[in-house]
């Protein structure tokens, strides 16, 4: 079946302007999950859906990021005012959940991010 | 706070050579550990996850991985490596507590690895 698809694969955008990444998560997984990767790091987090809520945006970097999934399945983060600092790849990950362990996470291709 | 160390930044491995991937967590409990593979363009892919159990763990594409409590350790072996395994290797934890919503997972900064035909 399909799995996560994330659109645009590339984005390049001017600091200061305003970026939205779309996330296609796998049908019927209830969580969803961004991800930013920098260069020469590994994935961090950012926060977590269950269904439409956001059930843990602690990773959040600033009040200028912001993501919604209003109707439980797609996902879109808001980016105000880039900075070249937000320069990453922008993973999405889905997971079936319930249960006592945790649900394995399938990983988009991610959104490479540029600002100039 | 969880965090996730891999000492190595490169490895250089001979194809056919045996292989070990070194990952050292920081947890208050018993973690689950995962390692996962990333190739360029591509998604993070799942090779094997750790929650319970037997403490030798056997992944996909004929890896294996070994927890150590008393090391604090998850290192990611495969005993003969092939030139396709070329790419980054990421170890991750995450909470073991029983979580009804979700599991955010910590990642280590990546091993990066390249076989040497």
């Known amino acids: 079946g399909a799995g996560v698809s994330q659109t645009p694969s590339n984005k390049v955008t001017e600091k200061g302007k305003y970026v939205e990444l779309r996330c296609d998560p796998i049908?019927?997984?209830?969580?969803l999950y961004w991800y930013r990767q920098s260069l020469g790091q590994g994935p961090e987090f950012l926060i977590y859906?269950?269904?439409?809520?956001?059930?843990?945006d602690s990773g959040l970097p600033n009040d200028r990021f912001f993501a919604v999934r209003p109707e439980g399945s797609v996902s879109t983060l808001k980016i105000q005012r880039t900075e070249r600092g937000d320069s990453a790849v922008y993973l999405c990950?889905?997971?079936?959940?319930?249960?006592?362990?945790?649900?394995?996470?399938?990983f988009g291709p991610g959104t490479r991010l540029t600002v100039t | 706070a969880q965090s996730v160390t891999q000492p190595d930044i490169h490895i250089t491995v001979s194809e056919g050579a045996s292989l070990e991937l070194r990952c050292n967590y920081s947890y208050g409990a018993t973690p689950y550990l995962f390692w996962y593979v990333q190739s360029p363009g591509q998604g993070l892919q799942l090779l094997l996850k750790?929650?319970?159990?037997?403490?030798l763990v056997q992944g996909i594409k004929g890896f294996e991985a070994e927890f150590k409590r008393s090391q604090s350790s998850f290192n990611l072996r495969k005993p003969s490596v092939h030139w396709s395994d070329a790419a980054e290797y990421f170890c991750a934890v995450g909470p073991s507590s029983y979580m009804e919503y979700g599991n955010k997972l910590v990642f280590g900064a990546g091993t990066i690895l390249r076989v040497k035909s």
């Open positions: 750790y929650f319970s159990g037997d403490t």
């Open positions: 859906f269950q269904g439409t809520g956001a059930a843990d």
């Open positions: 990950a889905s997971s079936l959940i319930g249960g006592t362990v945790p649900k394995e996470q399938y």
């Open positions: 049908s019927g997984h209830t969580a």
